[in-house]
């Protein structure tokens, strides 16, 4: 059985490691108490979280103890890493309610009982900080020089870094020291673009306890173009529900490019390699049925197993031979509003299809357009009660966008 380290790296996850070697052997002993961080700058993680969340699993498959920070603290300041603009400043009751959120999708995922786990909240440790007594014990390890040389900051130098935000190294770096202090916690992990944090982290812990600690992050989630993943026309791709319904979510997966789909199928599944192995010799029109079951699982560890069959259904009867429309994303409309007609534009805006008139029109111009498999060609077009069979049309939009707009008094 191969060890956890060599299961990361076999399927991808690792981009840096600060010490290969121990960490392998750290890892193989066992009992590993390790941390990830999420910040609740929205009310849901998605699916960049995602994979980090997988990588929890992992770790705890293989007797390791994750931590998940909750940055209640942090999230008060903003990471600027990635970011080329200052975030929105956060109010300590939006904080709240964001983490709580994120509580219910993390314990969903990782199995907290019996202490195999546990989440915690950094506003614990930072809101009642005396700011001289940190600058006294805690800024006093860090040289602004080397911070300056760090990437979240560099890319920031040009347009303005706030003094708030140069603080937030600072902050992150304490809580690896807290948490080595509190449950032993010798290991952090994140995403490729934490690496000046983490780094900061391990050696605040080195100077202030004298103690060995080490980070390791993983690959972020992007498209064989290096595009960032998990963005739609409407968004990101939330694990939530009711931002992403489960069909969104299926599709999504079920439509990604040819070149992502077993990268993803080692990233964000749990299936064995040598299955995923298979599944990448398929070749041309073949890659399809490699997407199907990268959608269907991914949808599955989400949303559980009943709402991915849900949405695996609606797919094929789209894509088949049926015309099922059970849990396809649907509208509302009333009869008045409808009335003797509603013009093909404001159908588009209304269920979401089009962002705007504008692009509405692109749409229909380009051929990009069905009401209930008729080709829409007139921007002038209207759908009226009679294209309404059982109170209900599809719309499709390109070949792959299905829409359903339902008649309601």
């Keep these: 059985m191969s060890s956890v380290f060599q299961t990361l790296k076999e399927r991808g996850f690792i981009a840096q490691i600060t010490h290969e ?37 992992h770790m705890q498959r293989a007797g390791h103890k994750p931590i998940a920070i909750i940055g209640g603290g942090t999230a008060m300041v903003g990471d600027p890493s990635g970011k080329t ?118 050696e605040l812990v080195r100077r202030v306890e004298g103690k060995e600690v080490y980070g390791m992050t993983f690959t972020l989630l992007t498209t064989s173009e290096g595009k960032k993943m998990g963005k739609t026309e409407k968004g990101a791709l939330w694990l939530d529900p009711n931002k992403t319904p489960p069909y969104e979510f299926y599709q999504y997966w079920r439509n990604i490019h040819d070149n992502d789909v077993i990268k993803c199928l080692k990233l964000l599944t749990f299936l064995p390699l040598n299955q995923i192995e298979e599944l990448a010799k398929l070749k041309d029109q073949e890659i399809n049925e490699a997407k199907k079951i990268l959608a269907f699982e991914v949808t599955k560890l989400i949303h559980g197993e009943e709402e991915a069959r849900k949405a695996q259904g609606a797919a094929e009867a789209l894509f088949g031979k049926g015309a099922s429309s059970e849990n396809m994303p649907t509208t509302e409309i009333s009869v008045e509003e409808l009335g003797s007609g509603i013009n093909i534009l404001d159908l588009l805006i209304k269920t979401k299809l089009a962002p705007s008139k504008g692009e509405g029109r692109r749409l229909v111009e380009q051929g990009g357009v069905s009401v209930n498999d008729g080709k829409v060609d007139k921007i002038d077009f209207l759908v009226k009660q009679e294209d309404f069979k059982d109170n209900e049309i599809i719309i499709k939009k390109g070949k792959k966008v299905y829409h359903k707009v339902q008649i309601v008094n």
């Excluded at 915690?120 to 930072?126: A, G, M, P, R, T």
């Design 21 to 57: 070697e121990p960490v392998r052997e750290l890892l193989d002993k066992g009992n590993v108490t390790f941390y990830i961080g999420f910040d609740p700058t929205a009310d849901s993680l998605h699916v960049g979280h995602f994979l980090q969340m997988v990588v929890m699993a």
């Design 85 to 202: 603009d200052m975030r929105r400043m956060m109010t300590q009751e939006e904080i709240q309610r964001n983490a709580n959120n994120f509580k219910k999708q993390l314990s969903n995922f990782i199995d907290f009982s019996d202490d195999k786990a546990i989440m915690v909240d950094n506003s614990e440790w930072l809101l009642d900080l005396n700011y001289v007594e940190f600058l006294r014990e805690i800024g006093v390890h860090f040289s602004v020089n080397r911070m300056l040389t760090a990437e979240c900051f560099k890319s920031r130098l040009e347009k303005g870094l706030s003094f708030i935000e140069f603080n937030y190294m600072l902050m992150q770096s304490y809580d690896f020291l807290k948490l080595y202090q509190k449950h032993g916690c010798v290991l952090e992990l994140g995403g490729d673009d934490q690496w000046s944090n983490i780094l900061g982290g391990i």
